[in-house]
């Protein structure tokens, strides 16, 4: 089986990475660490196709330090077990780089088993995740190890990339490949940050393009032919998944209509129509509320619709909802409302009903006729005590200033006589 271009282009120096200029720029930390040959346990964070994998493989070279790999999804205690025992008998060094990909797989048991071998020494230890490490790996193990995180590349970084990788490719096949910067600029969007699906998409348009006179042409036609949906780095149970709910929530929030509409496309571009409607019901409840209730039933119709049609038409009636939500008047005392009487409830605990609000039909005792129906009486209100005694002067609710509440208050203060 041939060997993909990604494998083949892959750097063999820190001078030839792309991108983490955060990490292996001048004077930066990680960049600090391997020229200084100062090589501790390492945990590398961040989505696929980001050069962590690359990096490891250049650590070891550089370092003279020889490499093992095992990935979390596969590789047992046991794995663990066999490199320990190879590592007096095979390495002259006494220890091994263990590279260990997808380390949020394993668990308690192989973790403990890892950090065994790091306090002793014989494993340095460089493990990959494309998950928030303070949630997947156990404290002990975590503290032991720096942690650096990887990010997505920008467009022009993987175009760089594609640009040097068209160079390496011509030099392979002795064939001149011709292209545009829109070419290139499409294959870069496409990919989504991630280099190896970057160069995977670019080798697949050079093998599917004619040969001319000994030119190959990628032209703009068979290229999007090729790409098809631009590659979203979506997790439904990962920081992107709800970094990207926070997003689409925060910029509703903040009446920022395009923004909203933005994270609508990704969220369902990404295929998560489930997410992005519960978003939409909850910012129309919690941060419109009363200052326009009556966009609650609207919202929830522009959800039921969108379910019920399906993509790629649920794409409107959401889009009406979110755009709507974003111009609406925005008000949380509901929300902060019953967080103050949960608040409450969980630090005074359960207060009886008063007598006169009990149910009298109940077979209980401590009961009184005593309740004021309020639509005996004028404006259909009449003043008596609701609250238990302790949490008798207790205010849950403040009105909030936009026009329906202010009514809503002019109104019952006239009636209460305030």
Not at 132 to 138: A, C, K, L
Request: proline residues 4%; glycine residues 4%.
């Amino acid at each position: 089986m041939p060997v993909p271009l990604s494998e083949r282009f892959r750097p063999n120096s820190i001078e030839n990475i792309i991108g983490q200029k955060h990490l292996l720029g001048k004077n930066k930390p990680l960049r600090k660490l391997i020229s200084n040959n100062y090589i501790t346990n390492m945990i590398f964070y961040g989505p696929p196709g980001t050069g962590k994998t690359t990096l490891a493989k250049i650590i070891s070279k550089k370092s003279g330090i020889p490499i093992k790999f095992l990935n979390g999804t596969s590789a047992s205690s046991s794995d663990i077990k066999d490199i320990l025992k190879d590592i007096d008998s095979l390495f002259s060094s006494n220890r091994v780089l263990l590279y260990l990909d997808e380390i949020q797989y394993f668990n308690k048991k192989q973790q403990q088993l890892l950090l065994e071998a790091i306090e002793q020494g014989r494993i340095i230890l460089i493990a990959s995740t494309t998950e928030n490490p303070s949630f997947y790996i156990y404290n002990a193990l975590l503290s032991r190890c720096a942690v650096f995180e990887f990010k997505l590349l920008s467009v022009n970084e993987i175009k760089e990339c594609l640009i040097s990788a068209i160079k390496f490719v011509e030099n392979e096949i002795n064939c001149k490949i011709i292209t545009n910067d829109n070419t290139v600029q499409s294959i870069a969007i496409f990919s989504g940050g991630d280099v190896r699906k970057a160069l995977n998409t670019l080798e697949i348009c050079i093998l599917t393009s004619d040969t001319l006179n000994g030119i190959k042409n990628l032209d703009n036609e068979s290229t999007y032919s090729i790409l098809g949906k631009v590659n979203i780095p979506h997790d439904r149970n990962g920081n992107w998944h709800y970094d990207t709910l926070s997003a689409f929530h925060k910029s509703m929030r903040g009446s920022d209509a395009n923004a909203a509409v933005y994270y609508l496309a990704t969220l369902l571009e990404s295929g998560d129509i489930s997410s992005a409607c519960r978003r939409i019901l909850m910012c129309a409840c919690e941060d419109v509320g009363l200052a326009y209730p009556q966009i609650m039933p609207i919202v929830k119709s522009c959800v039921d619709i969108a379910l019920q049609v399906g993509m790629p038409e649920a794409r409107i009636p959401l889009s009406n909802a979110v755009i709507l939500i974003c111009n609406s008047p925005k008000s949380n005392s509901a929300y902060k409302a019953i967080n103050s009487a949960i608040d409450d409830l969980n630090k005074i605990g359960f207060q009886e009903v008063p007598n006169h609000l009990k149910n009298i039909n109940c077979e209980k005792t401590n009961k009184d006729s005593s309740y004021l129906y309020p639509h005996d009486y004028n404006n259909h209100w009449v003043k008596q005590n609701y609250l238990p005694e302790k949490i008798l002067n207790n205010v849950y609710y403040i009105h909030g200033k936009n026009k329906n509440e202010i009514a809503f208050k002019e109104y019952w203060d006239k009636i209460k006589g305030k």
